[in-house]
C-alpha cells in the first residue's frame, strides 16, 4: 500500500474568492484575518509505481469542519475515520496527473486551515 501525504505548494481560496493565495501544508500561518470557508487546492503526478499499488490519501490534522475531499472532481469517501485523522482511497481515480481539493469551514471560531499532514 502506499500513502498520500500532503506536501507543498498549495493554493488556498478562502470564502470563494477568486484569488488564491499560495501556502504550504501544515499551514501554520498567523492569522491576519477571519475567513469561513477554505478550499486547499493542489496538483500531483502518480508514477508507475504508484498507479500500480493500493493507495490512500491520509489527512491527519485541521482546524474547522472537513466539508469534502476529491481528486479529479470525484468526491471521496473515506474509509477510516480515528483520531489521527482519516484515510480515504484513491485506487478507482488516481490518474497520472491529479487534482486533489480539500474544503473545510469554520466550525469553532477559528479560521479554518489544515494543520497536518
Partial sequence: MHQILLRKPW???VD???DSIVVDVPDNRVQ???YRTAVYS???NATPA???ASVDLVISDWLGELVSVEVNAVPLAFTSRTKQ???ADLDD???T???LKIALVNSDGDSPRLTGC
Fill in 16 to 18: 470563494q474568492g477568486e
Fill in 32 to 34: 491576519s484575518m477571519r
Fill in 11 to 13: 493554493s488556498l481560496h
Fill in 42 to 44: 493542489r496538483r500531483f
Fill in 93 to 95: 481515480v488516481l490518474m
Fill in 85 to 87: 485523522g482519516v484515510i
Fill in 97 to 99: 496527473h491529479n487534482h
Fill in 50 to 52: 504508484v498507479m500500480s
